[in-house]
């Protein structure tokens, strides 16, 4: 179920139910992806990002690719929404790592920060700052869900979708 859609006809906010159609996990990726019902509604393009509103969103108007340095935002089950700065263009990982094989240290990006929190069930969030979406969570390494005690949170570059045929919305 996914609630970011409005009727095509009255313009309000309605719940549509998307279906699963694939996924991919290997050296170099690791996503899934869902349609959703293309008559009668409109996706809105916003991922739920401020953790003084849970209901409230961040409307996505493009994308980029972060480079260390750039500051980035997430939205996580039990943390909420916080924010750090990409650390590294690579990612180290343990032995088999991406479902049974090696992974590409280069296919994903790294954020740190005192403020950042991250935990267990933050992966397939969103990776952002402002209106520009740049990733989704992978992976974490954490010693609790409070802000700072995030050691590391991975991300897959938001143009591993793009380079897969598949869209945002």
Known sequence: MYDNWSDAASGAQV???LTYEDQLFD???????HS????GYRPLGEVFARDTCSSCGVVI???AAAVPGDRVCHRGLLTGWTCGVVSSSTASF????CNGQVCDPRAYKVVVGDDLACYSGDSGGPVHYGNIAYGIVKSASYA???PGR???LVFSPIGKIVDLGLRLY
């Open 61 to 63: 108007l493009s994308t």
């Open 27 to 33: 050296a170099t990726h690791d996503l899934a992806w």
């Open 36 to 39: 959703f019902p293309v008559l």
């Open 144 to 146: 609790g869900v409070e």
């Open 150 to 152: 995030c050691g590391a």
């Open 94 to 97: 343990g032995s088999k790592d």
């Open 15 to 17: 719940t549509a139910k």
